[in-house]
């Protein structure tokens, strides 16, 4: 299981970071998780979300990572595809690619919150048809190069790699991970539902598309004193998911077309929200917070299941740079060399 960076880019009010902070403190764990090995950095898109997001224009940040790292993946996740010209995604995919010497990775989904769909003049109950008829275009462009707008003939510059024409999907429904295996997509799942829940979603994709690849992303902090660790990260954990369900909440108080399964999902938030702690995460599989062997633990079990990628955010955005490091370093001093240790055998217990 590789085991990635996910940066939402966060500012919690109590953290007090300047903008200019956020950004930095980002670009240091990229260069920590490089240097670390991890797998690969994600970048969040998110529009108008106010404190929860200040990652509006991923392509500028990963440029930025793609000249202050070596070897380490740089990744969208996700496009929202309803809000962006597919041949522009395409364009930006070549020359962060050419940048980065191979390194550029792509997941691509509908959106979540109501306020960015809005925003740019997309009516959620159409956002499904939109992302069907961009993702058909973005593909056909990854895949040979062509463009044809305006009934001209053109070609993408730079062209677009070979390995470009692979992407991820991001899938919170059930019919979003069976979409996913049509359109021949690998598939992320978020921390918007129990990690059991999801486990069910991963274990049908598979049968459906047997050669997928299968990611989740998950809250986490390391340090060697266990109950220190807690006490640091926690608040800010915590904080990053009352605003999870606050940007969502639009879909899950209301029945919005093309979004039923988010309805579904409202209750459990909501009661979720009422008694959000650390201990109810790690309980429903969304984070994992202590010292090496309690994280190492909780990771084992997802991969475990088979999960081919885990995507840590590291803390709730509160946190300062050298913290972050020092986190990045310790998961790749302790965590890292356990997991590869545990083997295959510990996923033969775990489908036992």
């Known amino acids: ?3 990635d960076v996910f940066l939402e880019f966060a500012s919690p009010p109590a953290a007090g970071h300047r903008l200019d902070e956020v950004f930095g403190n980002g670009l240091a764990a990229a260069r920590a998780a490089d240097r670390a090995g991890f797998g690969a ?5 998110h529009h108008f979300l106010g404190d929860y997001s200040n990652a509006a224009a991923p392509e500028m940040l ?3 990572m793609a000249r202050e790292t070596r070897r380490i993946g740089l990744g969208f996740a996700v496009i929202p595809l309803p809000l962006h010209d597919p041949v522009r995604v395409a364009e930006r995919l070549a020359t962060l690619d050419l940048l980065s010497n191979g390194r550029a990775l792509w997941g691509v989904g509908r959106g979540v919150t109501a306020a960015e769909l809005h925003a740019f003049g997309v009516e959620p109950a159409h ?19 062509d463009v044809v707008r305006g009934g001209r003939a ?3 510059r730079p062209a677009p790699a070979a390995r470009l024409a692979q992407g991820w999907m991001a899938a919170v429904s059930p019919e979003s991970y069976t979409l996913a295996a049509e359109l021949g997509l690998d ?3 978020g921390p918007f539902k129990p990690w059991r829940w999801v486990r069910a979603d991963l274990a049908r994709y598979r049968l459906l598309r047997p050669q997928g690849r299968t990611s989740f992303t998950l809250a986490c902090y390391c340090e060697r004193d266990h109950a220190a660790a807690r006490r ?8 990053a998911f009352r605003h999870i369900v606050e940007v969502a909440r639009p879909f899950l108080s209301t029945r919005t077309g093309g ?8 209750v459990a938030s909501m009661l979720m929200e009422q008694r959000l702690s650390l201990p109810l995460l790690e309980l429903l599989g969304l984070a994992a917070v202590g010292d090496p062997a309690h994280v190492a633990a909780k990771l084992a079990r997802l991969a475990a299941s088979g999960l081919d990628r885990v995507q840590l955010v590291i803390g709730g955005g509160d946190l300062a740079a050298a913290q972050l490091e020092a986190c990045i370093d310790l998961l790749a001093e302790r965590v890292l060399p356990a997991l590869a240790a545990a083997g295959p055998s510990a996923a033969v217990e775990e489908a036992a």
């Open 1 to 3: 299981m590789h085991v």
């Open 41 to 45: 950095v994600w970048l969040a898109e």
């Open 62 to 64: 990963a440029a930025a």
């Open 127 to 145: 956002s499904r048809g939109e992302f069907l008829r961009r993702y058909a275009e973005l593909a056909a462009v990854l895949r040979s190069g």
């Open 154 to 156: 053109l070609k993408l």
């Open 187 to 189: 598939v992320m799942a």
């Open 232 to 239: 640091r990260a926690g608040p800010g954990i915590v904080w």
């Open 259 to 266: 979004y039923e399964y988010y309805r579904r999902l409202g």
